[in-house]
């Protein structure tokens, strides 16, 4: 391969800083010194990132956060309930410190860390972090997963939808599992969500797959007088339907079971909202969500886009990363930067789009897509 100038110049730069001199030179040298230790530091965060996760998951699966949560506790204590020796439950409880889930209180004792302390109150992390375990597996032999070698993956069966040709027709216990996974942990996300977009301008809210209906209901306590609907796949439907009838919200909310693939959304809404939506398919079959949300749509409706997205400024590794091999390992969909989102709602046959600044843009973004009035 002929290589221009400026590669030839890369070249030489790379195997440069990559030769032990220039690696020993840096570590040493005052000017260069911190920024070579925090690149080794990096490199050595990815390489162990698979053991730190799984000190994570033993706390959280020994429910080590919740006990902490009421005050600290010693290694003898913990390790009673733990039901380990003391000298194997300090060793995990010393990595959880190393890590910042946890950190020293005293002598003996250990308290929530810097990090460990988002755990208590929020289930939803501790339901993601144990469902994991499924991912792990899958990840196993990264190469025959990018091979496509696997077959039926663990993430594929546990998302029942993504490769099944008729997912209208799974039962409750095909959907429970995900479904209470996505209450769980849709909390942040609706509340970013309804923080940065007002509804007070709307008559009634559709959410095309919105799953048990939490969204709904967090909408419900903050806009009394807006129609709410929720899509979604039969089985799923029945168990939102029992959730809203819990609350009190059965008469206000209608719900519609289908299959976003092959059945056309109900019309009605004049803003219909996709929450965690679209990362789950492939081209063709967002596309086809977004054209079935459009034509439910009247003109001058608008469409709320509300997912993780690709390439967010200070959370590549979450959209590519993250998401890239999750979604490979479920076996379909893929996370997208906006300019594609965009340019997808365009050939559905939206108008005009504009991203909405969230709070926390790593798990929340935000496109508000609009039908042209005439
Ligand atoms: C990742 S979950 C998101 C749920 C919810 N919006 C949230 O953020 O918590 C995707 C949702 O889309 C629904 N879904 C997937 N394929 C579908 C289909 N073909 N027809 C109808 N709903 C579908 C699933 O049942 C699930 O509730």
Redesign the pocket.
């Known amino acids: 391969m002929q290589f221009s100038i400026l590669e030839r110049w890369r070249i030489w730069r790379d195997r440069k800083l990559a030769s032990p001199e220039f690696q020993r030179w840096a570590a040493d040298f005052p000017l260069t010194r911190w920024e070579a230790s925090r690149r080794a530091r990096g490199l050595f965060d990815i390489t162990a990132g698979f053991v730190y996760s799984q000190i994570l998951y033993a706390c959280v699966e020994l429910d080590v956060f919740n006990r902490l949560a009421a005050g600290s506790q010693t290694a003898a204590e913990l390790a009673e309930h733990m039901g380990m020796s003391i000298t194997a439950a300090d060793r995990l409880l010393r990595a959880a410190v190393a890590i910042d889930l946890l950190e020293r209180r005293g002598e003996h004792g250990y308290g929530l860390g810097r990090l460990g302390i988002a755990l208590p109150g929020n289930p939803g992390i501790a339901a993601m972090v144990k469902h994991h375990r499924m991912l792990y597996h899958d990840l196993y032999d990264p190469l025959a997963l990018f091979r496509g070698e696997l077959g039926e993956t663990e993430l594929s069966r546990y ?1 029942s ?2 490769c099944s040709p008729n ?2 027709a799974d039962d409750d216990q095909r ?1 429970a599992e ?2 209470t996974l ?2 769980a ?2 909390g942040f ?2 509340e970013d969500a309804l923080d940065a977009y007002s509804l007070r301008e709307h008559r009634c809210l559709m ?6 209906g ?2 709904l209901m967090q909408v419900a306590q903050r806009y009394s007088d807006l129609k709410l609907m929720l ?3 039969p089985a ?1 439907v029945e168990r939102a339907a029992t959730h809203f009838g819990d609350v009190g919200l059965a008469q206000r909310i209608q719900v519609h079971g ?6 056309a959304l109900p019309k009605g809404a004049d803003v219909i ?5 679209i ?3 492939n081209d063709d ?1 967002a596309l086809h ?1 977004l054209r079935a949300v459009r034509m439910a749509l009247p003109p001058g409706g608008t469409l709320l886009v ?2 993780p997205m690709s390439e967010t400024p200070g959370a590549e590794p979450v959209g590519d990363a993250y998401f890239g091999l999750y979604l490979l390992a479920m076996g379909s969909g893929r996370t997208r930067p906006p300019r594609e989102l965009n340019a997808m709602l365009t050939a559905a046959g939206f108008d005009e789009m504009h991203m909405v600044r969230t709070r926390r843009p790593l798990q929340t973004r935000l496109i508000v897509a609009r039908v042209a009035k005439h």
């Open positions: 998302w939808y993504a997912p209208a959907v995900y479904s996505m209450s942990s849709s996300v609706a959410d095309v797959g919105g799953g048990e939490r969204f899509f979604d796949l799923v289908g299959n976003l693939k092959t059945d909202s996709l929450v965690r939506v990362l789950d398919h079959g969500i509300i997912e």
